[in-house]
T-cell receptor, first 114, second 112 residues
Framework: AQSVTQLDSQVPVFEEAPVELRCNYS??????LFWYVQYPNQGLQLLLK??????LVKGINGFEAEFNKSQTSFHLRKPSVHISDTAEYFC????????????FGTGTKLQVIP | DVKVTQSSRYLVKRTGEKVFLECVQD?????MFWYRQDPGLGLRLIYF???????EKGDIPEGYSVSREKKERFSLILESASTNQTSMYLC???????????FGPGTRLTVT
């Protein structure tokens, strides 16, 4: 069975500062990895995904994530955050070639401080 | 753009009532999912369906049932609502053999 751990439940950061949201996963097989964002009172929206190939994945809104197989991590980064990035971010994992069951982390609330 | 719509954004029901939450997607996706979202617990899968009239239990199916009579529509049913089912309910869909899910805006259900 797969699992996802987001150690930070909340991350405050000043506007224009860099941010890293941490995600670690556990699985006995190859995985696909995702980051979703949820703005207040909305559903989740896909930010980026890793399926195979380059370990550095670029997504929307200037976010990127790096897949590190040896550390079983998929941390999300942005070099300079904006107020509009204030949201909750979810890391998710699924088994590569599986039956589309995706396991989500518990989420990290990013609060951008003006 | 994929559009997933949910019948209500906010719903208030009484304990013991039968509750229907409706979800419709317009992209001909094979897979549909129901999750509940609670603070500190993230998203937990209730049920999913990979075809019309097919359903599979997720991680927390107790107290819920589902119906998928048409490809585009996936309904979540609370047979007898209880206060511990107060939560945000999210519907999602995905194409066959793709794990990328598209979410609706959510229904915030309060059971009093």
């Amino acid at each position: 069975a797969q699992s996802v751990t987001q150690l930070d439940s909340q991350v405050p950061v000043f506007e224009e500062a860099p941010v890293e949201l941490r995600c670690n996963y556990s699985s006995s097989v190859s995985v696909y990895l995702f980051w979703y964002v949820q703005y207040p009172n909305q559903g989740l929206q896909l930010l980026l995904k890793y399926l195979s190939g380059s370990t550095l994945v670029k997504g929307i809104n200037g976010f990127e994530a790096e897949f590190n197989k040896s550390q079983t991590s998929f941390h999300l980064r942005k070099p300079s955050v904006h107020i509009s990035d204030t949201a909750e971010y979810f890391c998710a994992v699924s088994e590569a070639g599986g039956y589309q069951k995706v396991t989500f982390g518990t989420g990290t609330k990013l609060q951008v401080i003006p | 753009d994929v559009k997933v719509t949910q019948s209500s954004r906010y719903l208030v029901k009484r304990t013991g009532e039968k509750v229907f939450l409706e979800c419709v997607q317009d992209m001909d996706h094979e897979n549909m999912f129901w999750y509940r979202q609670d603070p500190g617990l993230g998203l937990r899968l209730i049920y999913f369906s990979y075809d019309v009239k097919m359903k599979e239990k997720g991680d927390i199916p107790e107290g819920y049932s589902v119906s998928r009579e048409k490809k585009e529509r996936f309904s979540l049913i609370l047979e007898s609502a209880s206060t511990n089912q107060t939560s945000m309910y999210l519907c999602a869909s995905s194409p066959l053999n793709r794990d990328e899910q598209y979410f609706g805006p959510g229904t915030r259900l309060t059971v009093t």
